[in-house]
């Protein structure tokens, strides 16, 4: 059992045949999302990502840049790691399958499951798409080749295989024991009818390549690179030591994020392995969409992958954070245009939100001595403006917990456009000679909407919220989520720094 107050966060890892591009960003981003939003909401957080490092695909990858397997994957690994740094991410751990503790925690499993009878020596005959790293028996091809579109080879080879058909009824229990255990809902519906279906024995171990982790006692083998690769999320925190305190904190994992095409493994394969080993499964598994790019899909062929370096350069951090995450509801698949990118940063981050943080900071720089003013006794808006704000954290907290975030960013964005509304019609402006105590209220009232609002959008946009909340005057010990309510309301008299804009409008070079 994990402790209550642990959340344990994956991203899958990812294969080193590749430089990251946006589909690996958005994984990583929505993951550093929720791991950032539940440390500020004072849970145990750990959050994992790395890299996928063995198997066909990445020894081929090796072989046609010229280099040693080994070589390769370090090369290439440190570019998923660079990445991870420019976007900021707040990863507690970096695992790669090459590593020492890995291989020992794979190769325990291996041993476990071997002794609980789960595994058996036979050979296997049949079909082998080596970019999606799967087996595929002849009736699921179509038009020769692997559902995914990726060509497929035939296989003969002597082959361990894992009893996978032993395990159809505890697995379709598990579904509907933890009915969350797949999210989206739709995606446990196509999960549940697949092992409906049936469920045959998997090949657990190749013989005709050697990149890989040695099947214990007999090194002819290597494991199957998804038995290696999901071992991942338990090597990570101190597997096979039971006892190790971070296995004891974070085992099971509370939410395994990934891709739905790589659902299969995760939501069947790997809680299967786990099942069978006497271990317990992951709480969750969320499988998210696919981007297309410019109505496109994302493909070598086209050379129109898009670089996260490019994206961050061109926008910015913040900005390509949020229209990740906001653009489309998690779970859905949505297209990347640069048009909905400037629109969502331009409209969303500098009109909306910017423009209500400068316009009321250098309200009361102006107006107040640059100083927090001094509320009065509030009116109906001014309560019912900061009740939605007061409110925003049960919204966002909800959608949260179930890996929503666009939904969370829509609370937000909500009181941000009820903020704007509010300057509007309170107009402090016009208050300033006629009615000064009065204006002095209403720009407190929207500091202090501003705070509750920056506080919430750290966890999507940190950089941004972090500078918003250093203008306020909130000290850094005042920013977790517990300090979002009246108690901690914003002091008047504080000093307020010359405001400075926190989300610059695009404009196009070529415009
Ligand atoms: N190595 C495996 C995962 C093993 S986890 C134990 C793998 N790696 S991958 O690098 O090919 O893909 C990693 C993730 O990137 C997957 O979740 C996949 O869905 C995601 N994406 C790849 N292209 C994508 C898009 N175009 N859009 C969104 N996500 C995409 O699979």
């Known amino acids: 059992m994990a402790s209550p107050d642990a959340f344990y966060i994956t991203t899958p ?39 996928d490092e063995h198997g066909q695909k990445v020894e081929k990858a090796a072989a046609a840049a010229g280099l040693a397997p080994q070589a390769f994957t370090d090369q290439v690994s440190e570019r998923f790691r660079e990445l991870a740094r420019a976007m900021q991410v707040t990863n507690d751990d970096f695992i790669r399958t090459t590593e020492p503790r890995h291989k020992a925690a794979v190769q325990a499993l291996w041993r476990r499951l071997a002794a609980n009878g789960q595994i058996y020596l036979s050979s296997y005959a049949g079909w082998y798409s080596v970019r999606d790293e799967a087996f595929f028996a002849e009736s699921e ?9 990726a060509p497929v080879e035939w296989v003969e080879e002597p082959s361990y295989f894992f009893r996978l058909s032993a395990w159809q009824e505890p697995l379709l229990r598990l579904y509907e024991e933890q009915p969350d255990f797949i999210l989206p809902a739709t995606r446990r519906n196509e999960v549940i009818s697949f092992v409906k279906g049936g469920l045959t024995d998997l090949s657990i171990s190749r013989t005709s390549f050697s990149w890989g982790i040695p099947v214990p ?3 002819a083998h290597v494991m199957y690179v998804w038995l290696d690769a999901l071992t991942n999320y338990m090597s990570a925190v101190g597997y096979p030591d039971e006892t190790a305190p971070s296995y004891r904190t974070f085992w099971p994992a509370s939410v395994h994020v990934i891709g739905k095409d790589i659902l299969r493994f995760h939501a069947v394969y790997w809680p299967a392995f786990l099942l069978a080993a006497g271990l317990a499964p992951p709480e969750r598994v969320f499988a998210h969409g696919w981007w297309t790019i410019e109505g496109e899909k994302m493909s070598k062929s086209l050379g129109n992958a898009i670089d996260p370096h490019e994206l961050i350069r061109t926008y910015g951090l913040d900005q390509t954070r949020y229209f990740l995450l906001r653009e489309i509801p998690f779970g859905n698949d949505g297209d990347f245009s640069r048009a909905a990118m400037i629109n969502r940063m ?11 943080v400068q316009r009321v900071l250098s309200m009361i720089h102006k107006n107040c001595d640059a100083r927090l003013p001094g509320p009065g006794a509030l009116a109906e808006a001014d309560r019912a403006l900061l009740g939605a704000a007061a409110d925003l954290l049960g919204r966002v907290r909800d959608a949260m ?11 937000i964005f909500e009181v941000i456009a009820a903020a704007n509304r509010y300057v509007d019609g309170q107009a402090p402006w016009a208050l300033r000679k006629t009615d000064p105590a009065r204006m002095a209220t209403v720009l407190y009232v929207l500091a202090e909407t501003i705070r509750r609002l920056a506080l ?3 966890a999507f946009m940190p950089e941004a919220s972090a500078r918003i909340l250093d203008q306020l005057g909130v000290p850094p010990d005042a920013r977790q989520l517990a300090c979002c309510g009246e108690a901690d309301a914003l002091t008047p008299a504080t000093p307020i720094a010359k405001p400075e804009g926190v989300f610059p409008r695009h404009v196009d070079a070529a415009a």
């Open 13 to 51: 890892i990812y294969y080193v045949n590749d430089s990251p591009h946006i589909g690996h960003a958005y994984t990583t981003l929505a993951c550093d999302a929720l791991a950032r939003f539940a440390r500020l909401d004072g849970k145990r957080v750990h959050f994992l990502t790395g890299t």
């Open 346 to 356: 331009n409209r969303d981050l500098a009109n909306d939100y910017g423009n209500l």
């Open 217 to 219: 006692d007999d090194p």
């Open 401 to 411: 917990a179930t890996q929503a975030p666009s939904r969370a960013l829509e609370a």
């Open 141 to 149: 091809l179509v038009d020769g080749k692997a559902p995914t579109g």
């Open 456 to 458: 919430l959008t750290q």
